[in-house]
């Protein structure tokens, strides 16, 4: 089929809930793909922060298909060593004590939720169910996690909405600790609030989290479901501030491009869930924990997330020179561009047609390029950008 017969067959049968850009990806590596005409493009989105070791990685797939031909998946109710590696790993990585396995970021947002009620409720009873998260949040589009992110354009239609949520602007600190009180078990945030701009949170804002919510015993919950797992240049963004959150949710690019979602937790976090409480049928799927395996050996190996940095900085300066880029926000290979004279949504058609895949995030351009990107790719897809802007 060519691209026009791929958009209508799947346009006929599929809900609209997205704004689709007219494209059908055929096939890539790396950085790089091909529509199903022919095309080429240079990838400075990967799906969304989630092919963080680009198209295909030969490692990854080669892993995948392995495991397919070995056992596809087993149920809940018993165990498997591929699942069973990737969790030692993770747990050694971020220093958490334990985690739950689900397939999304709301799902693993959802189980943060769930943790964050039950844990206030097993010590202090009802009542103690509010949970602050921030104005510009994102934290998922079911029913909950919709109530939990703090933009008003998410609470429309679906009512009743969750309630217990209350939302904080990003970096007030008197804000913060106005809302606190009695009725507060965590308080939720990304470091990096992807959605919602590439807009990072101040150190200062960070600290007061963390100080108001350890004297009244407030769970923290750091969303690192974006802006985790290597994509700001540490494995968790909250290393850069030096905090250990309870709870640390994690998907996007952890599968390096299958579903996978988890929810860890520390200290007696780690111990709210019992049998019964909580689950998911396809949670630890050994096909998406060997592709995700691959994911963790590579971005802890030597040098790879200092790789991370170094192109973080290569693309900032190039794209500093650029006249009408006013600003660029975020960390690592996450990145929001501000600019001037053209607005981020014309800018990413005009890359389309020119053959560069980019995002957009509030009025920002947004950079998510796979962490394996080649200084060569970087080039091409600065190129485009250039050509664009700069006339
Ligand atoms: C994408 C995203 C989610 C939702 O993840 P899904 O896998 O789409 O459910 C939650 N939180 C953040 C910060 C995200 O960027």
């Known amino acids: 089929m060519n691209s026009k017969e791929i958009i209508e067959k799947y346009d006929s049968s599929v809900m609209h809930t997205y704004g689709r850009l007219p494209l059908a990806e055929q096939s890539g590596s790396c950085a790089s793909c091909r529509d199903a005409d022919g095309a080429e493009y240079i990838d400075f989105g990967s799906g969304i922060g989630t092919n963080s070791l680009g198209f295909a990685d030969k490692e990854w797939a080669d892993a995948v298909s392995a495991q397919a031909h070995t056992i596809q998946h087993t149920s809940n109710y018993y165990y498997n060593e591929t699942a069973a590696i990737f969790a030692s790993r993770l747990t050694q990585l971020t220093g958490m004590d334990s985690f739950f396995f689900g397939n999304s970021g709301a799902e693993a947002n959802e189980c943060a939720i769930k943790i964050a009620r039950k844990y206030s409720h097993d010590r202090y009873g ?68 992807g959605e919602g701009g590439v807009n990072s ?76 409480t909580h689950g998911s049928t396809f949670g630890g799927n050994p096909v998406v924990c060997a592709g995700a395996n691959v ?59 020119k053959g560069l895949l980019v995002l957009t995030a509030k009025e920002k351009l947004r950079l998510l390029p796979p962490l394996t990107i080649s200084y060569e790719e970087i080039d091409r897809g600065l190129d485009i950008l250039r050509s664009i802007l700069c006339k």
Do not use: W
Not at 153 to 170: D, I, L, N, R, T
Not at 229 to 250: N, Q, S, Y
Not at 316 to 330: D, M, Q, R
């Open 126 to 193: 009802d009542g103690r169910n509010t949970i602050i998260t921030l104005q510009n949040s994102f934290h998922g589009r079911t029913i909950a996690t919709l109530s939990a992110t703090g933009q008003d354009v998410f609470h429309q239609h679906f009512f009743p909405f969750v309630g217990g949520f209350k939302y904080c602007p990003a970096n007030d600190i008197a804000a913060l600790n106005e809302l606190v009180d009695d009725s507060v078990c965590a308080i939720m945030f990304e470091a990096v609030q």
């Open 295 to 353: 994911v963790l050996e590579r971005v802890s190996s030597e040098g790879f997330l200092d790789s991370v940095l170094e192109k973080s900085e290569y693309i900032k300066k190039a794209l500093l020179e650029i006249p009408c880029v006013t600003g660029i926000s975020g960390m690592g290979l996450m990145l929001g561009i501000t600019l001037d004279g053209i607005s981020a949504s014309d800018l990413l058609k005009r890359c389309l047609e």
């Open 201 to 276: 949170l101040t150190p200062e804002f960070i600290e007061a989290i963390f100080t108001v919510a350890a004297e009244r015993d407030i769970l923290t919950i750091a969303d690192e479901v974006q802006c985790g797992c290597g994509r700001t240049g540490k494995f968790l963004a909250v290393e850069h501030f030096g905090v250990t959150p309870d709870i640390v949710t994690m998907a996007k690019g952890l599968g390096g491009g299958l579903p996978i979602g988890v929810c860890l937790a520390k200290g007696d976090a780690a111990q709210v869930l019992t049998p019964g």
